[in-house]
């Protein structure tokens, strides 16, 4: 058989022998642009048909094969990566792609080889022959079942045909701003959600509008309010959904419509709308009313952590922009694509700085300058900044121009200096075992936030401390201190919480990853698989701000003045110690060792639908929020004092008598050779004794829901 080939070869003319050779090189490329499409999420499914079509359509063998191996490959990395989550997806396929090409061309040398021993050889060609006697059904229904076995791999954990055709509204979600003058005209934005938090474009429900009212003072409840509240209102919607319906620009309500009220009346209100598809009574986030004077610092909610298509998150700056304002209803936003990324396609800086400004209108929608610099040993940092230029050069990438945090901060003196600009380092996903924090590297000029909690879990205590109630993705193999934002207060790091939503998603301010709209067929669609590693809902922080600008929510951030909620709820909460708040400082300087703190906590709670990890927000008939949760106050890194609340508004006082003593890591330190480090992924000595509070406490706020909503703020430090 080998003979005759050879010879039909030899009687065929030049010009087809060199069209037979040319013919490959088309094969070839297509063949590894398949392998390409291994990294690229959902959109893998094109490697999927070449493969598949190399396999049914090609004769010769050899390709067949290559064929149904690369849709095997593709198929079993989809669901390894769906299900193991020891690795980043990312990390995941590029070991697995370079085990797969390795492996592969063993293989085929191997057989090679074994073509060239005569009794293998025989065998060979004795089971092709067997398999040409089959009958013709036996033969197709193998290649189906060849067939079958990859596609049915990437379609059980591709496809979720709820997420394609299930947008039935749910439930309704109702936004507020959170302090308003009174009789000033302010908007209350109503959204019919589906059951995996996205806007029901076939929601035609009628809505109904009540309040419910407290006193400032007693916060006694207020019978009659008097309000301007809009009247009953039908939606409008179509007749089949939508995954995104805010993208459907036909007059219709398409799940969400924004209506103007006013109230006459000063005190805590809460707006709530009556549906009549489930037949519940839906509240809104807590809204303050009362004559604030023209220079009163007022609450304004956003997200400061976020990625597009830019790096490797989902769709363009300019959706991402349009959601966050008018669909997430945030005050400001922060768009942080990866630099590292961006360094390979230098162009799209100037893209994320063009779109940022153009999205930015002053009093309405303030947009941040922002970019991340990731880095594997230390840790990774977003830096945002005060004015209206992006850092664009040199772009900020740990592996080859920003290679240390001390590059980091020189770049950054750099830059502020040249443009006469602010900025901030905020570090997160802290004690994730692939970026391990550092906080012995931190710079106090730039590090005065820490991202407390994200789609990645929560990092105030190691992920499993007993304190931990939530815990993170990725965590270290054992036991790790030095890593969380509780061990760099100890170590006397003067940080604030604040929490953002690091999505991917393209849904800055809601992300959606934490359902089962992760899928890669939920729009807007990704190449990345970072949507498939989110399992928790992305949060939020409030700043008090003087205006809505840029300079106005850069210096409130910047100055600490801030509180932070764990998902899209937005609940006031305010903290101080003998009349010192949180932010400026947050220090309330004693006048000895012994003096009397007295510890008050303000909670309004959020009676939105919660969402909690892998879960989407949700409601039962006759349901009603649940206002049960834990108000903790932490103090030196220790669980202090906990309340139990059961109503929508509390304030509480607890007067701490003992004395000031402080606290040190100095005793979790390990020892490597001749030197300490804070943990064994730790390249940085240090002296152990540096790391302390230098004798002085420092206290902070937790509140943890019953219904898994989570609140932060602090700490506030304690000297004498």
Same mark, same amino acid.
């Given at each position: 058989?080998?003979?005759?080939?050879?010879?039909?070869?030899?009687?065929?003319?030049?010009?087809?022998?060199?069209?037979?050779?040319?013919?490959?090189?088309?094969?070839?490329?297509?063949?590894?642009?398949?392998?390409?499409?291994?990294? %690229?999420?959902?959109?893998?499914?094109?490697?999927?048909?070449?493969?598949?079509?190399?396999?049914?359509?090609?004769?010769?063998?050899?390709?067949?094969?290559?064929?149904?191996?690369?849709?095997?490959?593709?198929?079993?990395?989809?669901?390894?990566?769906?299900?193991?989550?020891?690795?980043?997806?990312?990390?995941?396929?590029?070991?697995?792609?370079?085990?797969?090409?390795?492996?592969?061309?063993?293989?085929?040398?191997?057989?090679?080889?074994?073509?060239?021993?005569?009794?293998?050889?025989?065998?060979?060609?004795?089971?092709?022959?067997?398999?040409?006697?089959?009958?013709?059904?036996?033969?197709?229904?193998?290649?189906?079942?060849?067939?079958?076995?990859?596609?049915?791999?990437?379609?059980?954990?591709?496809?979720?045909?709820?997420?394609?055709?299930?947008?039935?509204?749910?439930?309704?979600?109702?936004?507020?701003?959170?302090?308003?003058?009174?009789?000033?005209?302010?908007?209350?934005?109503?959204?019919?959600?589906?059951?995996?938090?996205?806007?029901?474009?076939?929601?035609?429900?009628?809505?109904?509008?009540?309040?419910?009212?407290?006193?400032?003072?007693?916060?006694?409840?207020?019978?009659?309010?008097?309000? &301007?509240?809009?009247?009953?209102?039908?939606?409008?919607?179509?007749?089949?959904?939508?995954?995104?319906?805010?993208?459907?620009?036909?007059?219709?309500?398409?799940?969400?419509?924004?209506?103007?009220?006013?109230?006459?009346?000063?005190?805590?209100?809460?707006?709530?709308?009556?549906?009549?598809?489930?037949?519940?009574?839906?509240?809104?986030?807590?809204?303050?009313?009362?004559?604030?004077?023209?220079?009163?610092?007022?609450?304004?909610?956003?997200?400061?952590?976020?990625?597009?298509?830019?790096?490797?998150?989902?769709?363009?700056?300019?959706?991402?922009?349009?959601?966050?304002?008018?669909?997430?209803?945030?005050?400001?936003?922060?768009?942080?694509?990866?630099?590292?990324?961006?360094?390979?396609?230098?162009?799209?800086?100037?893209?994320?700085?063009?779109?940022?400004?153009?999205?930015?209108?002053?009093?309405?929608?303030?947009?941040?300058?922002?970019?991340? %610099?990731?880095?594997?040993?230390?840790?990774?940092?977003?830096?945002?900044?005060?004015?209206?230029?992006?850092?664009?050069?040199?772009?900020?990438?740990?592996?080859?121009?920003?290679?240390?945090?001390?590059?980091?901060? &020189?770049?950054?003196?750099?830059?502020?200096?040249?443009?006469?600009?602010?900025?901030?380092?905020?570090?997160?996903?802290?004690?994730?075992?692939?970026?391990?924090?550092?906080?012995?590297?931190?710079?106090?000029?730039?590090?005065?936030?820490?991202?407390?909690?994200?789609?990645?879990?929560?990092?105030?205590?190691?992920?499993?401390?007993?304190?931990?109630?939530?815990?993170?993705?990725?965590?270290?193999?054992?036991?790790?201190?030095?890593?969380?934002?509780?061990?760099?207060?100890?170590?006397?790091?003067?940080?604030?919480?604040?929490?953002?939503?690091?999505?991917?998603?393209?849904?800055?301010?809601?992300?959606?990853?934490?359902?089962?709209?992760?899928?890669?067929?939920?729009?807007?669609?990704?190449?990345?698989?970072?949507?498939?590693?989110?399992?928790?809902?992305?949060?939020?922080?409030?700043?008090?701000?003087?205006?809505?600008?840029?300079?106005?929510?850069?210096?409130?951030?910047?100055?600490?003045?801030?509180?932070?909620?764990?998902?899209?709820?937005?609940?006031?909460?305010?903290?101080?110690?003998?009349?010192?708040?949180?932010?400026?400082?947050?220090?309330? @300087?004693?006048?000895?060792?012994?003096?009397?703190?007295?510890?008050?906590?303000?909670?309004?709670?959020?009676?939105?639908?919660?969402?909690?990890?892998?879960?989407?927000?949700?409601?039962?008939?006759?349901?009603?929020?649940?206002?049960?949760?834990?108000?903790?106050?932490?103090?030196?890194?220790?669980?202090?004092?906990?309340?139990?609340?059961?109503?929508?508004?509390?304030?509480?006082?607890?007067?701490?008598?003992?004395?000031?003593?402080?606290?040190?890591?100095?005793?979790?330190?390990?020892?490597?050779? &001749?030197?300490?480090?804070? &943990?064994?992924?730790?390249?940085?000595?240090?002296?152990?004794?540096?790391?302390?509070?230098?004798?002085?406490?420092?206290?902070? @706020?937790?509140?943890?829901?019953?219904?898994?909503?989570?609140?932060?703020?602090?700490?506030?430090?304690?000297?004498?």
């Amino acid at each position: 058989m080998t003979k005759i080939k050879k010879q039909d070869n030899m009687d065929m003319s030049l010009p087809e022998r060199e069209w037979s050779r040319l013919r490959r090189v088309p094969r070839l490329i297509v063949y590894g642009f398949g392998i390409v499409t291994l990294f %690229w999420y959902f959109w893998c499914i094109i490697g999927l048909a070449i493969g598949i079509i190399y396999y049914i359509f090609l004769k010769d063998i050899a390709w067949k094969r290559n064929g149904i191996v690369l849709a095997c490959a593709i198929g079993f990395i989809t669901i390894f990566v769906h299900f193991y989550k020891g690795l980043a997806p990312l990390t995941l396929i590029i070991w697995f792609n370079v085990i797969f090409i390795i492996s592969y061309g063993i293989i085929l040398l191997i057989l090679e080889i074994l073509k060239r021993k005569k009794r293998t050889l025989k065998k060979i060609i004795q089971w092709i022959g067997n398999y040409q006697k089959l009958s013709n059904k036996k033969r197709k229904a193998i290649e189906l079942m060849v067939i079958f076995i990859p596609i049915s791999l990437w379609t059980s954990v591709s496809i979720d045909l709820g997420v394609m055709f299930d947008n039935s509204p749910q439930l309704i979600w109702v936004n507020v701003p959170t302090m308003v003058k009174i009789n000033e005209s302010f908007d209350i934005t109503v959204e019919a959600w589906d059951p995996f938090e996205r806007l029901s474009a076939v929601y035609r429900g009628r809505v109904e509008f009540s309040i419910k009212s407290f006193n400032l003072t007693n916060y006694d409840l207020i019978i009659n309010s008097q309000t &301007n509240l809009p009247e009953p209102y039908t939606f409008t919607g179509q007749v089949y959904g939508s995954d995104i319906a805010y993208e459907i620009r036909d007059g219709k309500d398409n799940g969400r419509h924004a209506f103007q009220a006013s109230i006459n009346t000063p005190g805590i209100h809460y707006i709530l709308v009556n549906d009549s598809k489930t037949g519940n009574t839906y509240y809104s986030n807590p809204i303050i009313v009362k004559n604030f004077t023209s220079t009163e610092p007022f609450i304004a909610w956003g997200d400061i952590h976020t990625h597009s298509q830019l790096s490797d998150g989902t769709g363009t700056p300019e959706h991402s922009f349009y959601f966050a304002r008018y669909i997430a209803c945030l005050d400001f936003y922060a768009l942080t694509d990866h630099g590292e990324i961006m360094l390979f396609a230098p162009w799209s800086l100037d893209h994320l700085e063009s779109s940022t400004n153009a999205a930015y209108e002053p009093s309405k929608f303030v947009t941040i300058h922002g970019i991340e %610099w990731t880095c594997v040993r230390t840790g990774h940092y977003v830096c945002i900044f005060s004015g209206d230029t992006l850092l664009k050069s040199p772009i900020i990438d740990s592996y080859f121009t920003v290679t240390s945090p001390q590059a980091l901060w &020189n770049v950054l003196d750099d830059f502020t200096s040249k443009h006469g600009v602010r900025a901030l380092a905020l570090p997160h996903h802290t004690t994730k075992k692939a970026y391990i924090q550092d906080w012995t590297y931190n710079n106090p000029k730039y590090v005065k936030l820490a991202e407390v909690s994200s789609v990645h879990g929560e990092f105030l205590f190691e992920q499993r401390h007993p304190l931990n109630y939530i815990a993170a993705i990725d965590e270290p193999p054992i036991y790790t201190n030095g890593s969380s934002i509780i061990d760099a207060f100890n170590m006397g790091y003067r940080m604030t919480m604040y929490i953002a939503s690091d999505e991917h998603d393209g849904h800055p301010g809601h992300s959606l990853s934490h359902n089962r709209a992760y899928i890669g067929h939920q729009r807007p669609y990704s190449l990345w698989h970072t949507r498939n590693e989110h399992p928790y809902p992305g949060g939020l922080t409030a700043v008090y701000v003087n205006n809505l600008t840029r300079e106005g929510v850069f210096t409130g951030l910047e100055n600490q003045r801030i509180y932070a909620n764990s998902d899209h709820g937005r609940p006031i909460l305010n903290f101080h110690i003998n009349g010192t708040k949180v932010g400026d400082g947050s220090t309330f @300087i004693a006048s000895n060792q012994t003096e009397h703190r007295k510890i008050s906590v303000f909670l309004s709670q959020d009676g939105a639908p919660v969402a909690q990890r892998s879960i989407a927000a949700s409601v039962t008939p006759n349901w009603i929020p649940n206002w049960n949760a834990d108000i903790e106050i932490i103090k030196n890194g220790k669980l202090w004092y906990t309340e139990k609340v059961s109503t929508p508004i509390v304030n509480i006082s607890i007067i701490d008598t003992e004395p000031i003593t402080g606290v040190s890591y100095e005793n979790s330190c390990i020892k490597i050779g &001749n030197n300490y480090y804070t &943990n064994q992924y730790s390249d940085n000595p240090i002296d152990p004794s540096n790391l302390n509070t230098g004798g002085y406490d420092y206290y902070l @706020i937790r509140v943890v829901g019953e219904n898994g909503r989570m609140s932060y703020a602090g700490p506030i430090w304690i000297e004498y």
